[in-house]
């Protein structure tokens, strides 16, 4: 059983702060990786998706991944209230086709 | 624009009635799908289809069926036999040469009533 442990949260963190979201998975044979942020009552958009050890930076956003140690994480920099949201992390095992298994996600508060 | 419809947004279903979700996408992807969202919960699979006329069960399809006649078009069966149907469904679809990811609807939620 393929599986992807979040904690639930929330993790809380100021204005500015950095937040730091993780995120492990249960089997080596892993394809790629992905973030997504999902607002109250809303759908899950995509905001990340790393496919390489190391690190992958998008704006305020940075991707980390270490396939040895089965982890993946993402950073907020410089956060916003905004950015409040759960934050789900999916990771895709298939070659040549797409089938994700998610976590159950970090809810992330950020306070003014 | 191109998307993920679903319809209707917020639906209620009597005990023993069968109820049906609408997916609708126009972004010409091939692979499409169900997830199932329960409060506080991550998403689980519950259908997905590679390619018309053809669908394989999820980890919770038991009370669910679909079908795939149209490349556009993924509707889900909720059947009495789902004992707690009440939740947030979602369609996504995806297509390998247009970028890693789903794309999502704006999801359909169920409640019995």
């Known amino acids: 059983q393929k599986e992807v442990e979040q904690n639930s949260g929330p993790l809380s963190v100021p204005e500015g702060a950095i937040a730091s979201l993780n995120c492990t998975y249960s089997?080596?044979?892993?394809?790629?990786f992905f973030w997504y942020r999902q607002y109250s009552g809303k759908s899950p958009e995509l905001i990340m998706f790393i496919y390489s050890n190391g690190d992958k930076e998008d704006g305020r956003f940075t991707a980390q991944l270490n396939k040895a140690s089965q982890y993946v994480s993402l950073l907020i920099r410089d956060s916003q209230p905004s950015d409040s949201a759960t934050y789900l992390c999916a990771v895709n095992w298939n070659t040549g086709f797409q089938k994700l298994v998610f976590g159950t996600g970090t809810r992330l508060l950020v306070s003014p | 624009d191109g998307g993920i419809t679903q319809s209707p947004k917020y639906l209620f279903r009597k005990e023993g009635q069968n109820v049906t979700l609408s997916c609708e996408q126009n972004?010409?992807?091939?692979?499409m799908y169900w997830y199932r969202q329960d409060p506080g919960q991550g998403l689980r699979l519950i259908y997905y289809?590679?390619?018309?006329?053809?669908?394989q069960k999820g980890d919770i399809a038991e009370g669910y069926s679909v079908s795939r006649e149209k490349k556009e078009s993924f509707p889900l069966t909720v059947t009495s036999a789902q004992k707690n149907p009440t939740a947030f469904y979602l369609c996504?679809?995806?297509?390998?040469?247009?970028?890693?990811?789903?794309?999502f609807g704006s999801g359909t939620r169920l409640t019995v009533v």
């Open positions: 972004l010409n992807h091939d692979a």
């Open positions: 289809s590679q390619i018309v006329n053809d669908f």
């Open positions: 089997d080596r044979g892993s394809q790629s």
């Open positions: 996504a679809s995806t297509a390998p040469l247009t970028g890693p990811g789903y794309t």
